[in-house]
T-cell receptor
């Protein structure tokens, strides 16, 4: 059974710092891995999706990498800003998930960027 | 933003009462999902639908039922609410394809007293 773990559960950093959020999964047979952002009281917004054949994806100050062999993904945020404060969740889609887009979520990392 | 709305956004109810949550989409996506989010657990799939009248169970389906009579609407029903069903419920939609992304609604906060 696929399990997804995110460490740390919470992180507080000063503005401008580069930071890395970690996601680990127990089964390397994943179809893709996604990173989401969740603001308090809101739904999830997709940030980056990495297909199993890819090693990384970039969007602006965000870079996500995927290493299937070690069962790890990282989300790198460059030059953090207070507006980056949110909870970040990763989710893996198991390779054998049937005909639908099944996602297994981690519990998230709550990020606070202070001025 | 994807056109997904959930209603109600907040609800307080008593143990033993039936509750129905509604998810409405304007994207004409085939797949719809209901998740619950609890502290320390991330999001867990309750039920999903792969077409009109086509639904299946997720990992935490006990005590919940769903219906999808139209492409745009997916209803989640708690037949007899319990305190353990106090949670935030999210609806999501997707099309299985190149993007494979799920789009989420704003959520419904349900409190069962």
């Amino acid at each position: 059974k696929q399990e997804v773990t995110q460490i740390p559960a919470a992180l507080s950093v000063p503005e401008g710092e580069n930071l890395v959020l970690n996601c680990s999964f127990t089964d390397s047979a994943i179809y893709n891995l996604q990173w989401f952002r969740q603001d308090p009281g809101k739904g999830l917004t997709s940030l980056l999706l990495i297909q199993s054949s890819q090693r990384e994806q970039t969007s602006g100050r965000l870079n996500a990498s995927l290493d299937k062999s070690s069962g790890r993904s990282t989300l790198y945020i460059a030059a953090s800003q207070p507006g980056d404060s949110a909870t970040y969740l990763c989710a893996g889609r198991p390779f054998f998930s049937g005909g639908y887009n099944k996602l297994i979520f981690g519990a998230g990392t709550r990020l606070a960027v202070h001025p | 933003d994807a056109g997904i709305t959930q209603s109600p956004r907040h609800k307080v109810t008593e143990t033993g009462t039936p509750v129905t949550l509604r998810c409405h989409q304007t994207e004409n996506h085939r797949y719809m999902y209901w998740y619950r989010q609890d502290p320390g657990h991330g999001l867990r799939l309750i039920h999903y639908s792969y077409g009109v009248k086509d639904t299946d169970k997720g990992e935490v389906s006990d005590g919940y039922s769903v219906s999808r009579s139209k492409t745009e609407d997916f209803l989640l029903t708690l037949e007899s609410a319990t305190s353990s069903q106090t949670s935030v419920y999210f609806c999501a939609i997707s099309e299985v394809g190149d993007t494979d992304t799920q789009y989420f609604g704003p959520g419904t906060r349900l409190t069962v007293l």
